[in-house]
């Protein structure tokens, strides 16, 4: 069973180009985030939702935005896809803010 | 500022090798540190996580120890493994936003067969 899962895993697509990235986990965890690890594989907070509130936003630009339809899942959506949205996009868990955190196995995106 | 730095960039050691890798943070004000490994391609797995409040943490061949006052963890893998060659990173978390996590940049461990 997969706990934290993300679709798709790879996502190749043209500039101005407007999509979405999927997360669900099925941990029962009350806190979900998304991390954006760039070309030199640092690894930086975009969001944190708990119990489908916003509680952090990272000053990522408004073309970024998080949807959290139920505790479950978090979802992104890019408008008007830039070439430096180019990275791989972590959705993560945790029982609570603040506890350990659960990965999923990423998605890669690629604006061309 | 808060920050996290993770020394050396990477490390290449033979098999059966003891090794230590090192994290830092600013601001002893910590609520948790979090050792990760990440694999090519992959997601992370969470390895130890660490409260503020305790010095170490042990699983298996893995001890993660937290000194708050010097800003210090470090991850103590006994008799390294070729399997063990990974992207560690070290994430910490403070107390005045424990719900937010920053990431070191990782070292690149290589366990030479």
């Known amino acids: 069973d997969t706990a934290v899962s993300q679709t798709p895993k790879y996502l190749v697509t043209q500039m101005g180009n407007d999509k979405s990235i999927k997360c669900e986990q099925n941990?029962?965890?009350?806190?979900m985030y998304w991390y954006k690890q760039d070309s030199k594989k640092f690894l930086k907070i975009m969001f944190s939702y708990n119990n489908k509130e916003l509680i952090i936003n990272e000053t990522v630009p408004n073309r970024f935005s998080p949807k959290s339809p139920d505790k479950a899942h978090l979802n992104l959506h890019i408008n008007s896809l830039e070439l430096g949205d180019s990275a791989v996009y972590f959705c993560?868990?945790?029982?609570?803010?603040?506890?350990?955190?659960?990965f999923g196995p990423g998605t890669r995106l690629t604006v061309t | 500022k808060q920050e996290v730095t993770q020394i050396p960039a990477a490390l290449s050691v033979p098999e059966g090798e003891n090794l230590v890798l090192n994290c830092s943070f600013t601001?002893?004000?910590?609520?948790?540190l979090q050792w990760f490994r990440q694999d090519p391609g992959k997601g992370l797995t969470s390895l130890l996580l660490i409260q503020s409040s305790q010095r170490e943490q042990t699983s298996g061949r893995l001890n993660a120890s937290l000194d708050k006052s010097s800003g210090r963890s470090t991850l103590y893998i006994a008799a390294s493994q070729p399997g063990d060659s990974a992207t560690y990173l070290c994430?910490?978390?403070?107390?005045?936003?424990?719900?937010?996590?920053?990431f070191g940049p990782g070292t690149s461990l290589s366990v030479i067969p």
């Open positions: 941990l029962g965890h009350d806190t």
């Open positions: 994430a910490v978390s403070w107390e005045t936003s424990y719900d937010k996590v920053i």
């Open positions: 601001d002893s004000a910590i609520y948790n």
């Open positions: 993560a868990s945790s029982p609570v803010a603040g506890r350990e955190q659960y």
